[in-house]
């Protein structure tokens, strides 16, 4: 008591930290289950229980005169009444209802995908990189509302708010929060240790107690000290409190590689593992214009959110876009059609946009229309606009940087394999970095991620992939347009029966035809009716058998073989027609 006291004195006066080291014992057992007789002597348990830290402060008050024994045996038994009561209250409750299962993973009142977060661009001034717009959302959002705070290992433009008259500052490793301090001041802009966990538990409980952080981990790879409190806390404070409690902040991290010298300690991805957290957001913008809105968005809405901004984009010329106002805003799960096309769907994200692009140049060369979709949303994410892309076109390849087994991508591609497997003409493909780590040499980081040139062999592979039976080979086979749209329809409506039910419908379709001619046959002939009928059925049979092969051929490649029989023997009942007849 009398050292906090200390260490708080000196915080406050000297605004400076100070460490506690605290000598602490655990009396009595961890859990019902657990009895420390078995692992703890008698005389250390004893020395322990002398230094009881309640027992202790209950001395304490009565000491200082602060409470009387009589007082705190009354607020003892109290206590015990009312725990005793809310457990009574909690046996007694009815059963939690199933439904309310995902109730409050995040806000409740504020939606970040509705078009309340859907607010157009005002450009003016000359464009501008992703590091400039990102620094101008975090100003205008800074001047718009006074609980936003930043902080992070080197934000700040100097540490001490004295040497800002004759020093240039810093303001990060990447410029992004460059004036920020000059602007609003030391308490609304500092630097933190180099303490991950630290950053991301004091953001933590900043957001709960109602101030709006928005803190930086450096780089991607150092996440991972901060990863009990990204999940264990932030995820699901408002879920386990029924919404009593929550902690939105934003947490900006640059990740990727394409660095050409980042190594393994700045240029891995992870982003799946994120997605993978309900009550997280997940964002990742590919140019500076969707970073400016989708920033925005993060910090006014009401649920964590890790923003995720791919370090190969900063600066990059192609991705610039001029200043788009200070409410422009765009919503979560709404993806981008960067480019339409025809013949196969990419869809991708972050630093892989670009690459895309310049891959469909080169498939354009080769008569393929590629269209390419940017997700910026990871979760959530757009995926009416990939169901309607993937019907349009049937081929699909997702493009992503992470490594590729058990990615982010997956995700998608098992998704539309479940959802949409009707519209598909070829497998559903993925294209993303080897499961390896990113590499030093610039040589091995380009054999680690995919470049445009594996994006055009990838898509081209796609493109001539020739499906092998049912519907994918009708698809296959028609022409582009509207025959090809008929048969994709009637194929979704029919949700691609089984192949024996379709060649017995076909069979059946055949007989009801040709039923009613051998009937006519019959019923009109001159000659016996024996005769007559016999030729009939000679007519029946060789159109049926042809009609079969042709059924056949269709749904298996492998009966292509049998139906050439059949043809043969429909041929020869033709040919020896009149032959027959005469037998007969």
Not at 230 to 248: G, H, K, Q, T
Request: glycine share 6%; net charge neutral.
């Amino acid at each position: 008591y009398e050292a906090a006291g200390r260490a708080v004195s000196y915080v406050r006066e000297q605004r400076k930290p100070a460490l506690i080291h605290a000598h602490v014992v655990r009396p009595y057992s961890h859990s019902m289950s657990d009895d420390e007789k078995t692992y703890k002597p008698e005389e250390i348990r004893h020395k322990e229980a002398t230094r009881d830290p309640v027992l202790k402060l209950a001395r304490h008050l009565v000491e200082q005169g602060i409470a009387t024994e009589a007082e705190l045996e009354a607020l003892e038994a109290e206590v015990d009444h009312e725990i005793r009561e809310a457990a009574d209250k909690a046996l007694a409750a009815a059963p939690p209802d199933p439904e309310t299962l995902m109730d409050f993973l995040y806000s409740p009142t504020v939606d970040p995908t509705s078009e309340r977060f859907d607010h157009p661009a005002k450009p003016h001034g000359e464009p501008k990189t992703m590091v400039d717009l990102l620094n101008a959302c975090l100003r205008d959002e800074r001047a718009r509302d006074p609980r936003v705070v930043v902080f992070g290992e080197d934000v700040a433009d100097c540490s001490h708010e004295k040497d800002l008259a004759h020093l240039k500052g810093k303001g990060g490793v990447f410029k992004v929060t460059a004036g920020l301090q000059r602007q609003f001041g030391i308490a609304r802009c500092y630097n933190a240790p180099i303490a991950e966990a630290s950053i991301v538990g004091r953001a933590t409980g900043m957001a709960t107690r109602g101030l709006k952080p928005v803190v930086e981990i450096q780089f991607f790879d150092y996440i991972w000290p901060a990863m009990m409190q990204i999940r264990d806390e932030v995820a699901i404070l408002r879920w386990r409190s029924i919404n009593s409690f929550s902690c939105p902040f934003v947490l900006r991290v640059p990740t990727g590689g394409y660095l050409t010298g980042g190594a393994s300690y700045h240029s891995q991805s992870g982003e799946c593992i994120f997605a993978h957290l309900p009550g997280w957001r997940v964002v990742m913008p590919s140019t500076a214009l969707d970073a400016n809105g989708l920033l925005r968005t993060a910090i006014r809405s009401d649920d964590p959110v890790l923003f995720l901004e791919p370090k190969h984009l900063y600066r990059q010329t192609y991705n610039r876009a001029p200043y788009p106002g200070p409410d422009y805003m765009i919503p979560f799960g709404k993806a981008k059609l960067v480019r339409e096309g025809n013949d196969l769907t990419i869809v991708t994200y972050g630093a892989l946009v670009n690459r895309s692009v310049q891959a469909s140049r080169e498939l354009e060369k080769a008569g393929i229309s590629a269209e390419i979709l940017d997700l910026r949303s990871l979760q959530p994410y757009d995926w009416e606009l990939i169901s309607a892309s993937v019907k349009k076109t049937s081929r699909v390849l997702v493009v992503y940087e992470d490594c590729i087994s058990w990615g982010y991508g997956a995700e998608i591609v098992a998704r539309i394999a479940d959802e949409l497997f009707e519209f598909l003409d070829a497998p559903v493909r993925r294209l993303a970095g080897k499961d390896v780590y990113v590499p030093y040499h610039p040589i091995l980081e380009d054999a680690t991620l995919p470049q445009p040139a594996d994006i055009v062999r990838e898509a081209r592979n796609l493109a001539d992939f020739q499906a092998r039976k049912g519907l994918g080979q009708a698809l296959a086979a028609a022409p582009s347009g509207t025959t090809r749209n008929l048969i994709r329809r009637r194929g979704a409506k029919a949700k691609i029966m089984p192949a024996s039910a379709r060649v017995f419908g076909v069979v059946g379709m055949f007989m009801l035809l040709f039923g009613g001619a051998l009937l006519q046959e019959v019923f009109s002939s001159s000659a016996q009716p024996i005769v007559a009928l016999w030729t009939a059925l000679q007519k029946f049979g060789a159109v049926a058998a042809v009609a079969l092969g042709v059924v056949r051929g269709i749904f298996s490649p492998l009966a292509l073989l049998v139906s050439g029989f059949d043809l043969l023997s429909a041929l020869i009942i033709f040919a020896y027609w009149s032959r027959i007849r005469k037998t007969v």
